[in-house]
C-alpha cells in the first residue's frame, strides 16, 4: 500500500506563492498517475493538476498558467507549485496516486491551503 505524505500548506497573501511536496512511500512514478485535488468547505473534491506516469501534465482552467505540478523521481515526491494565488485557492488539498493500469487508488491526509490578507 502506498502512503502519500503532504506537506507545504500554509497562509499566504493574495499574489503570494507556495510549494506543495506530496512524499511517496515507495517508486511510483512510472507506475502511477499523480494527482493534486482541492477541497473548499462546503464545495465537491476538484482536480487540479495531473502528472501521469509517463510525465504528461494537465491542469484545471481554473489553475492553468499559475500552477505548475512535477516530480522528483529519486526522492519519489511530487510537488505542486502555486504562484499568483487568489482567495479562491483555499482549501485543502490532497495528493493522489492512482494505478495506471489496477484499481489501486491511494490519497493523503491532505495540508491546508489558505489565502487571505
Known amino acids: 500500500q502506498v502512503q502519500l505524505v503532504e506537506s507545504g500548506g500554509g497562509l499566504v497573501q493574495p499574489g503570494g506563492s507556495l510549494r506543495l511536496s506530496c512524499a511517496a512511500s515507495?517508486?511510483?512514478?512510472?507506475?502511477?498517475?499523480m494527482r493534486w485535488y482541492r477541497q473548499a468547505p462546503g464545495k465537491q473534491r476538484e482536480l487540479v493538476a495531473t502528472?501521469?506516469?509517463?510525465?504528461?501534465?494537465t491542469y484545471a482552467d481554473s489553475v492553468k498558467g499559475r500552477f505548475t505540478i512535477s516530480r522528483d523521481n529519486a526522492k519519489n515526491t511530487v510537488y505542486l507549485l502555486m504562484n499568483s494565488l487568489k482567495p479562491e485557492d483555499t482549501a485543502v488539498y490532497y495528493c493522489?496516486?492512482?494505478?495506471?493500469?489496477?484499481?489501486?487508488?491511494?490519497w493523503g491526509q491532505g495540508t491546508q491551503v489558505t489565502v487571505s490578507s
Open positions: 493522489n496516486a492512482k494505478h495506471y493500469l489496477f484499481n489501486y487508488n491511494y
Open positions: 515507495e517508486r511510483v512514478f512510472g507506475i502511477y498517475n
Open positions: 502528472i501521469s506516469s509517463g510525465g504528461i501534465t
